[in-house]
């Protein structure tokens, strides 16, 4: 597997979230912790040295799979996870509430290091900005953990070029991880060059577009009520239908060199450079198998030309809700 410079973190160039793990896209069958910890352990026999997870994913439950996967293989991997999006304090956490003041910070750490099973968090990020908290406070406190042994690398999510120059003002950021794929490309116009002026590396978050890029999602009508792509805008109504004649032209375009939709789309990120680490999230074994099968796609020049040119999606990548948390 070819690698990927992060900052001064080098990982393999297709990683593997591990959200689904605990949820969040329910639609295809419940939770399977046998097969999803077998996934993680698979991708690590294939060569990722990348795993992406957050203590908020189950809450909690996503951070303990990882843990027990990488159990007698620690060092095989680096450990990505993410604080800010539950609030520690008397009673019970508060899930979904920001806050990334030091204080927080500090209880989220020991936390995560406990599921995980380890010592030492590998890239350690913010989940979304605290407009409650200057992000100066944050990454200081981050820089404490990074002396004090318990975290190695700082990772922000979906910040804004400013916030992101002012942490890296504080202490280096190694790795801004935002939604970026086939079909969500904001990143293009402020973000990724801001990131090559620092020499901070860059994670895309959901580049198969929620599955939806994979090629097998043809109907959202037996989406189970908790799934939660039953909310966002690009999988609901007119919308859904638009966006699956995009699928069909990746599909497309993949099968003149053998390549599933799921490739194509990985294959589209990683020609977007070496300092681009994709993170494709699966909680099964043969998907994962076929993800990592993308670091040997070669598209041609005329291929990226026509993916580059799909028609623009239809519908806004988040709902209002979770659009609000997203620092602009
Ligand atoms: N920073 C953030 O705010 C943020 C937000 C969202 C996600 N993330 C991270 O990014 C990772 C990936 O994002 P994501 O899970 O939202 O979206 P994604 O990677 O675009 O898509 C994941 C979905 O695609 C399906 N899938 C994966 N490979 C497939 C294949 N080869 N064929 C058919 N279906 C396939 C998965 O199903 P199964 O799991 O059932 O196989 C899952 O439903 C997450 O795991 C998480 O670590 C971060």
Redesign the pocket.
Known sequence: MKKAQLGDLKVSRIG??????AG??TS??GLDDAESIGTIRRALELGVTHV???EV?GPFHSEAIVGQAIKGRRDDVVIAT?FGLIQYGEGAPRVGVLDSSPRNVRAAVEGSLTRLGTDHIDLY?Q??VDPGTPIEDTVGALAELVTEGKIRYIGL??ASPDTIRRAHGVHPVSAV???Y?LWTRDVEAEVLPLLRELGVGFVP???????L?????RTVDDFADDDWRTTNPRFTGENFWRNLAIVDEVKAIGAENGA?P??TALAWLLSRGEDIAP??????VT??E??IAADAVELTPDQIHRLDNLEPVAGERHDDTNMASIDR
């Open positions: 593997l979230g591990a959200m689904t793990m969040t896209y295809e069958g992406d997870t957050a994913y993410k990020y989940h979304r999510s979906e991880q935002t939604e794929s978050y959901s580049p198969l577009g929620h599955g890029l994979a090629g097998q999602i599933t799921a490739q993170i494709p999230g699966t909680r099964r998907r994962v076929e993800n």
